[in-house]
C-alpha cells in the first residue's frame, strides 16, 4: 500500500515537472504553426528586411525592418542610459554605502521593480513626454528617446540587484590584497573587483535588457507607434512588441497580417531565447 | 637602529581589548618571528603595521608605532606610502584572478605616474626571479593565476609584492596552507629575502619560528610576554608562560 502510494506521488511530481517542458514546446509549436504560414505569401528575406509594413493595405506589406529597427533603438537607447546608473549604483551598494543607505537603496530598487508597467507608461506619458517634446522643439514628445528613458527604468533594478550580488560575492582577500598592495578603495574597485565580477556584471546587463525588449505596455504607451524607419532617436517608433498588442486585436484570424504577427513573435521569441542564454552562459561561467 | 618600533600599543574591537601596551623593536634585514597560541592578537598585531585594522569597523588604537622614525598611527598618515612601504603577504594565498602577468605589473600600474611598457616586461621578470617561479612560469605568464598550484599562487603573491618594492614584509601565516615541502621552500625563500628586507613573520608553527627567524616575540591574550632572540626564547625562556608553551602544555 505504501509503496503504490510512493509511486503515485513519485509520478504526479514527475508530470509536473514535465508540464512546464510541455507548455513552453507546445507554445512554441504554435508559435511556429501559425508564424511560418506567413512566408507563404512573402519570403523570409523580404519579411526580415522589408522597409514598409503596411498590413491593412492591399496587397499588404509586410516587411518588419521598421519594428526591428523600433525595438533596437529602444533597448540600445535604454541600454546607454540603464548600464552605467545601473552598475555604478551597484558598486556604490556594494562597496563604498555605509550600511544604512545601503538597506534603503536595496529597498528602493526593489520598489522600482515592483511598480506595474502600464504606470511607468502612464508616469512618462504625462512627464517625460512633454519634456522631450519643450527640450528638443519636437513636434511630438512621443519619441524613441522617451521610451528608451522610461525603459531604462525598467532595467535598472535587474541590473542593480543582480550585478550587485556579482560583486558582492568576489572574495574579500581580492581586496584585501589589493589595498595591502597599497590601492585606493577605488582601484581596488576597478582593477580587481569588476574584472572578478566581469560575467556576473554582463549577466546582469543581458537580463536588463531581455526585460527591457519584452517590454510592451510602457512603450506602446510612450513610443508613438509609427511603424517607419526612424533616422535619429527623436521620431516616434513603433517596437515589435507594440505591434502585435496592437495589431492583434483587429487582425482576421487566418489573413496574411495575423500570420505575420505570430512571425513577429518568432522573432522576438528568437531574440530574448538568445539573450537569457547568453546570460546564463555568463551565470555560470561565473560559478 | 630599529625599523619598527611599538611603544604602549594598545588596540581594542569595540570593546574588546585585543592588544595590551605591546612595546617591542623590529629591526632591519631580520626576521622576526611573531608566536603565540589562536587569538593571541598577533595578525592584529602585525596589520596594525600596514594599518590594515582600518578596515574592520569599530577598532580603536593607541599608543604609538614609529616606522623609520615616523608615527604611523597619526591620522595624516599616507596610508598608500605606508602599504607599499610594508607589504603584506597572506595567510591564504590571494592572487587576483587576472593573468599571472597582470598580478604582478598590478602595483606598478597603481603606483607608477605613467605606466612605460616595456618597464612591465621586466619587473614580471626580476620579480618571478626573485620568488624562483621564473622557470617554471615563463611559459604561462598568461595563464590565469588561479590555475597555480597553492605554493605557486603564494609564492606569486610574493612576487607581486616584491615588485612593489616595499622595505619591509609583513608574513601572516603564509605557509599555514602549504605542505611540509611547499613549506621548506617558502622558508628557504624568506632566508634569502631577509638581506634585502625586513621581515615580520606571524606563524602557530613554533617550529617555523625556531627554523627561520632571528628575533622572536611569544604573545598570549593579547600582550607581548617576551621578546628577544629566537635562540634565547627556545632555550631559555625568562617567562614560565613562554616556557609553558614552546614545550607544547598549551596552545
Known sequence: MKKIKELLIEKLILICG?????????????????????FKTVSSFNFLFGKSWYPISEPPALGILPLIMGSLLVTLGAAIISI???VGCAIYIAEIAPLKIKEILKAGIELLAAIPSVVLGFIGMVTLVPLVKTVFHLPTGLTALSGAIMLAFMAMPTIVSIAEDALYSVPKTYKEGALALGATHWQAI??????????????????????????TMAVMMITGNAAVMPNSILVPVRTLTATIAAEMGEAVVGAEHYFALFAVGIVLFVISFAINVTADLFLHKRQ | MAKILTKGLDLWYGSFHALKGINSSFEANRITAIIGPSGCGKST????????????????????????????????????????????????PNPFPLSVYENIVFGEKIHAEKVARDRLDEIVETSL????LWDELKDRLSESALRLSLEQKQRLCIARLLAVKPDILLMDEPCSTLDPQATAKVEELMRELK????????????????????????MLLGELIEFGKTQDIFTAPRDKRTEDYITGRYG
Open chain 1, 84 to 86: 552605467p546608473i545601473g
Open chain 2, 129 to 132: 626571479k626573485c620568488v624562483l
Open chain 2, 195 to 218: 638581506v634585502r628586507y625586513t621581515i615580520i613573520i606571524v606563524t602557530h608553527n613554533m617550529q617555523q619560528a625556531a627554523r627561520v627567524s632571528d628575533d622572536a616575540g611569544f
Open chain 1, 18 to 38: 514535465l508540464a512546464s517542458i510541455f507548455f513552453v514546446l507546445l507554445i512554441f509549436l504554435f508559435l511556429l504553426k501559425e508564424g511560418l504560414a506567413v
Open chain 2, 45 to 92: 598585531l602585525l596589520r596594525v603595521f600596514n594599518r590594515m585594522n582600518d578596515l574592520i569597523e569599530g577598532v580603536r588604537t593607541e599608543g604609538e608605532v614609529l616606522m623609520d622614525d615616523k608615527n604611523i598611527l597619526s591620522s595624516d598618515m599616507d596610508l598608500v606610502a605606508l602599504r607599499k612601504k610594508a607589504g603584506m603577504v597572506f595567510q591564504r
Open chain 1, 190 to 215: 576597478w582593477r580587481v573587483m569588476l574584472p572578478a565580477a566581469s560575467s556576473g556584471i554582463v549577466a546582469a546587463v543581458m537580463l536588463g535588457i531581455g526585460r527591457v525588449i519584452g517590454e
